[in-house]
């Protein structure tokens, strides 16, 4: 039996302000869904998460993801480079105007290009685009990309609560 420890961080920013963005770089393109297909979804959830074991949503089914992908609150963005899916963000806003960066990240083979920055300053500022934004925040964890921390706090987040966790597997 062993256990495994881990600290999930929650970050916030309260204006655009704040933002320090990093440039998007001209090979990198980012388009909006705006046809909702809740399969890319699940595709995008798999093939951004797999490193990370994002598997919360893997039992999911075709409803679950519908219902979420589907609703007027909630926008996904895809990143190519040279036609090929290099990242993507999901945000979802709360009646209260606050938006969650729900999940973000990099393909694995795009990690360490410098795209991470960029990809991120596109996220906060398409969050801080939508009508009535009062807050964009994320949460992250130290299960996550080792940058992954570094680079929300370099965008202008910042940190208002952690928690310590501790899962017992046999």
């Known amino acids: 039996m062993s256990d495994l420890t881990y600290t999930t961080y929650y970050l916030q920013m309260l204006s655009p302000e704040q933002l320090r963005a990093k440039p998007l770089p001209t090979e990198l393109t980012v388009v909006e869904c705006q046809h909702k297909q809740f399969q890319l979804n699940r595709f995008l959830y798999q093939l951004v998460g797999g490193p990370w074991l994002w598997t919360e949503k ?3 089914s075709d409803e679950q993801w519908q219902a979420l992908i589907n609703s007027d609150h909630h926008r ?10 290099a990242g993507y963000y999901e945000l979802q806003m709360s009646a209260e105007g606050d938006v969650e960066i729900l999940y973000f990240g990099l393909v694995e083979d795009f990690f360490g290009q410098g795209f991470g920055g960029p990809l991120l300053s596109q996220a906060l500022q398409s969050a801080w685009s ?3 934004v009062k807050r964009v925040w994320v949460h992250t964890c130290t ?12 965008r202008g987040l910042e940190i208002y609560r952690h928690e310590v966790t501790t899962e017992s597997s046999s």
């Open 76 to 85: 996904t963005w895809v990143a190519y480079f040279q036609g090929a899916i």
């Open 143 to 154: 299960l996550d990309h080792p940058s992954a921390l570094n680079n929300y706090q370099a």
């Open 58 to 60: 893997l039992v999911w």
């Open 130 to 132: 939508w009508p009535g």
